[in-house]
C-alpha cells in the first residue's frame, strides 16, 4: 500500500527555519507530482506548493512564495519542504500528498491528491 510519512515538524522562534521530509512507499515519486498542504487552528486546509514529477517544476502558494522551497531526492524517494523566514501565521499541522495518478499535469487542487500523509506540526512562536 502506499504510504506517505512526513517529519521535521517542530517549534521555532520567527524568522526561524524548519525542514520537512515527506518519504514515500508503495509509489515512486519520480512519476508523480507531490504536494504540499497545510491546516492551520480554525481554518480549512490550503495549497503551500507543489513539485512536478516532469522536470522537478515548482509552483507556491502566494503566502509563501520567496520562503518556502519544495525539492525532491528521487535516490531517498523523499519530497523536502524548506521553510525560512517563518512566520506565526505559518503555524498549521503540514501534509504532504501524492497526485491521484501518474504522469499527469500539477494541479493546486487538493481534491486531485489521493495519498496522504499524517501530518506534521509546525509551530511559529512570535
Known amino acids: 500500500q502506499v504510504q506517505l510519512v512526513e517529519s521535521g515538524g517542530g517549534l521555532v522562534q520567527a524568522g526561524g527555519s524548519l525542514r520537512l521530509s515527506c518519504t514515500a512507499s508503495?509509489?515512486?515519486?519520480?512519476?508523480?507530482?507531490m504536494g504540499w498542504f497545510r491546516r492551520a487552528p480554525g481554518k480549512e486546509r490550503e495549497f503551500v506548493g507543489v513539485?512536478?514529477?516532469?522536470?522537478?517544476?515548482?509552483f507556491y502558494a502566494d503566502s509563501v512564495k520567496g520562503r518556502f522551497i519544495i525539492s525532491r531526492d528521487n535516490t531517498k524517494n523523499t519530497i523536502y519542504l524548506q521553510m525560512n523566514s517563518l512566520k506565526p501565521e505559518d503555524t498549521a499541522v503540514y501534509y504532504c500528498?501524492?497526485?491521484?495518478?501518474?504522469?499527469?499535469?500539477?494541479?493546486?487542487?487538493?481534491?486531485?491528491?489521493?495519498?496522504w500523509g499524517q501530518g506534521t506540526q509546525v509551530t511559529v512562536s512570535s
Open positions: 513539485i512536478a514529477w516532469s522536470g522537478s517544476s515548482t
Open positions: 508503495g509509489l515512486i515519486i519520480s512519476f508523480y507530482n
Open positions: 500528498a501524492s497526485d491521484k495518478a501518474g504522469l499527469r499535469p500539477v494541479t493546486e487542487s487538493s481534491s486531485e491528491y489521493a495519498f
